[in-house]
């Protein structure tokens, strides 16, 4: 690409660029439908069907090896001694903070019901009906769905508040699917159960989302929504399409529902980028997916907006920041390591006709076939893990090679990724621009990643189980969110700040045959008591030499101290003389070069969070490089190499 194809990529950037809290007035749902004509075709309750009923044949052709994975993991639970749920454990989150010592009791019986209710419609001998009539009883006996974290009661949850979050929607759900297969089941011992969960699932999920405008997610505050969004909207639209049979109602449910959608993807960037990461993605993306599988399963086809330019963004996401195996370009509060189930990628590329993305998919299967089994986030049965069931034959069979791209780039997001082949050999970079304010931020304006191999050498931490601190005041005294546990400088001693006004700026492309390089502006995304005038960033893979350099350029107004630059390493770093410490991804030994009068530091970052040591093991590493050069302008220019 030659120099004015780079200015008129740059000019496309500024064009597009949302700033925060910029709408558009897509509409892209009720626009495409009017609430009359969804009234007539939306199919009744009794005449739903989006999965296989509990009697279809579909589920004698099941495979053996699957059926039987699935029956031994309901056989887990048999005669299972359903977790209490106690008082005290709830008000932790007020009291301490911790949100899990409830959380993890509240989601075995979720989970144990879900692989329970599976194990008995692949059977269908009734063995596993007892405990599914306990499970399901004491969640209706609950006095609230809505986990400690994000409840707006004292301590405790005032039962008469009915205010809908992400786990209210999943148990309505939840309890719709059991009723969808087991209904017949349960009206055979007594119909109490099934009005049971109707009153229950209408009183804190249905008819609260229908009385109210005011939750945060659904848009009408002024708020711009976030995952919450469509994750709820997808469990309140199983719970309306399952259990209501009321007309009236359940047309202005599912009218409402995607205007709440709409809400979300007014706002959204049209690039299609996830600001939340790629493990949100699960959560944001695909469950927006999942809500158009539903509006176009329960309107005979009429609400179809899979061919959108931004729906298919927001869905073939995935597979552009997609490196390698289970790992993924991960800012913000992204792990870099996700397993998003096969199928769940296969279904979202052939609705929007992404072949590369059921090529990555189908990939994916090949490696690592149970996988594809597994629900995103364990989302109620019916939602994904049925659905992907049905599509193993087809990700087996299909045949497309899986060839990304050598680059992409998200104009909204301020994103860009780089290969160095298409074979995963090499290296890989990405490097992000954008503001300190985004959903689940970090202060990271202009940090970066690079693989080698298909394999972590300088990373994104991510971030670590979730606390009260981590979405509180305090979020940015946590090491994970700060600039100076990313890939960037601290400049005269301070570190970047969170807030709309910090950001990066002048974000440009150069795009070449063999060299792509990324040049932003970052000095607003500090403080001004950095006194830093002028901070240009510039990242660069060239394919021909095999390097990956990084220069950053500046002039400052005052030095109060030296600037140092820092480096998140996944392995452990060694000096190797003057001006080069050997860093690794595990397998290959590479070098990062810099002038001889920077003073290297290497510390290491003890981990003792589950969350992280799930992907990065014991511990990461920070290279600190601290300038011997005074002056207030100046260049310099890191390499990495073999």
Request: glycine share 6%; charged share 25%.
């Amino acid at each position: 690409m030659n120099f004015r194809v780079a200015v008129v990529i740059l000019l496309s950037l500024l064009c597009i660029y949302n700033l925060p809290g910029q709408v558009s007035k897509r509409d892209i749902l009720t626009g495409s439908i009017s609430k009359e004509r969804l009234a007539l075709f939306l199919t009744d309750r009794q005449n739903f069907s989006p999965v296989p009923a509990l009697e279809d044949p579909y589920w004698s052709s099941i495979d053996i090896r699957t059926r039987q994975m699935i029956i031994e993991d309901g056989e887990k639970f048999l005669d299972y001694d359903w977790p209490s749920l106690l008082a005290r454990r709830y008000m932790d989150f007020d009291i301490d903070g911790n949100r899990t010592r409830f959380s993890e009791r509240y989601y075995a019986r979720r989970n144990a019901l879900s692989d329970l209710c599976m194990a008995e419609i692949l059977e269908n001998k009734g063995r596993f009906m007892d405990d599914i009539i306990n499970g399901t009883w004491l969640i209706l006996e609950e006095t609230t769905w809505v986990v400690p974290a994000h409840s707006s009661g004292d301590k405790l949850h005032d039962y008469h508040d009915v205010e809908v979050d992400l786990f209210s929607a999943e148990t309505a759900g939840l309890l719709a699917w059991i009723d969808y297969y087991f209904g017949q089941k349960f009206d055979e011992l007594t119909p109490l159960i099934r009005t049971r969960i109707y009153d229950e699932v209408d009183r804190r999920v249905i008819q609260s989302m229908l009385d109210h405008n005011d939750f945060w997610y659904m848009g009408y505050t002024g708020r711009i929504p976030n995952n919450w969004n469509p994750w709820i909207v997808s469990n309140w639209l199983t719970a309306v399409l399952l259990l209501e049979e009321n007309k009236e109602k359940r047309t202005e449910s599912v009218w409402k529902a995607m205007d709440v959608l709409d809400q979300y993807l007014n706002p959204h960037p049209a690039d299609g980028g996830c600001d939340e990461g790629p493990s949100y993605w699960g959560h944001a993306g695909a469950s927006l997916f999942d809500c158009l599988f539903l509006l176009n399963k329960a309107t005979e086809g009429e609400v179809d907006v899979f061919d959108v330019p931004l729906i298919r963004n927001i869905g073939n996401y995935i597979h552009k920041i997609h490196i390698n195996d289970n790992w993924y370009v991960n800012f913000a509060d992204g792990s870099a390591h996700n397993n998003h189930p096969a199928g769940t990628i296969y279904r979202i590329g052939k609705s929007i006709n992404d072949r590369t993305m059921m090529a990555m998919a189908a990939d994916q299967y090949r490696k690592n076939p149970e996988a594809a089994m597994m629900p995103a986030g364990r989302s109620p049965f019916g939602l994904r893990k049925i659905p992907n069931l049905m599509v193993i034959n087809e990700i087996s069979g299909f045949t497309d090679p899986y060839i990304p791209e050598l680059h992409y780039f998200f104009p909204d997001l301020e994103v860009v990724v780089a290969r160095q082949n298409l074979d995963n050999q090499g290296f890989y970079m990405a490097i992000k621009g954008g503001y300190n304010n985004e959903s689940h931020n970090h202060n990271d304006a202009g940090s970066f990643v690079v693989f080698y191999n298909g394999l972590p050498l300088l990373v994104d931490a991510g971030v670590g189980t979730y606390t009260k601190q981590t979405f509180s005041s305090e979020r940015y005294s946590i090491w994970t969110m700060q600039s100076a546990y990313h890939n960037l400088p601290t400049l005269n001693g301070e570190m970047q700040m969170d807030g709309d006004a910090y950001k990066a700026e002048d974000f440009m492309i150069e795009n070449h045959h063999n060299r792509i390089s990324v040049s932003m502006e970052i000095s607003g995304a500090y403080p001004a008591h950095a006194w830093t005038e002028s901070w240009n960033r510039n990242l660069e893979l060239n394919r021909r030499t095999e390097k990956i350099r990084l220069t950053d350029k500046w002039t400052q107004e005052r030095q109060l101290a030296r600037n140092k630059w820092h480096f998140i390493l996944a392995h452990e770093p060694k000096t190797d003389g003057k001006g080069s410490v050997m860093i690794t991804n595990g397998k290959d030994k590479l070098y990062l070069k810099f002038s001889n009068h920077f003073t290297p530091q290497i510390e290491k970052i003890e981990i003792d969070d589950d969350r992280l040591r799930s992907v990065w093991g014991d511990s990461l590493w920070r290279l600190t490089l601290t300038t011997g050069k005074k002056g207030l302008n100046g260049k310099e220019s890191f390499t990495i190499q073999k």
